[in-house]
């Protein structure tokens, strides 16, 4: 479920930077206004970091608990996860050389969403293979709250403005 939310969060990540980056390319004049716009857009991508990592230990501590659904072995979740791992990672730093290429702190907390997307694939894989492998349920919401130090971090840091490059 984490996975899942991840991709929501990531696509709502893009179209926050996609309406900052917008309004720039059709020739905002206002140097003051456009860092305005990047103030928000940054702490919009650090908002929806820290909104992951919530969901992240609220599921995984619900899972834990043994409340809501036992997790399965799929072999299609795998196949998602493993792909979303080798295409997240050359994305997030993509996005991080062209952040600091425009100085944009936005486009950062967005490459830092991309790379959880990828943080979060390699222990939702992780946890689907040790369940798959050894029947352990546990491992995946295990997995899920190794990557909530990073996502807090990025999130905090997006929210407040800093990491600039």
Sequence with gaps: MAFGVDS??????????WWRLRVELTGADDLEGLGRMERRAAR????MLLMLAV??????GRRLL???????????????????????????????????SLGSRALRADAYETLACAWLSAT??????????????WADPVAAFAIVPLVVREGLEGWRGKGEE
């Design 8 to 17: 929501f969060v990531e696509t709502a990540s893009g179209a926050v930077l």
């Design 44 to 47: 919009g991508a650090g908002a």
């Design 55 to 60: 969901y992240i230990v609220i599921d995984a």
């Design 66 to 100: 043994g409340v809501g659904a036992e997790a399965q072995v799929s072999r299609l979740g795998m196949a998602v996860t493993t792909g979303a791992l080798v295409v997240m990672p050359v994305l997030g730093c993509a996005k991080l050389r062209t952040a600091g």
């Design 124 to 137: 939702t894989l992780g946890g689907l293979i040790l369940n798959a492998a050894l029947g352990w349920s």
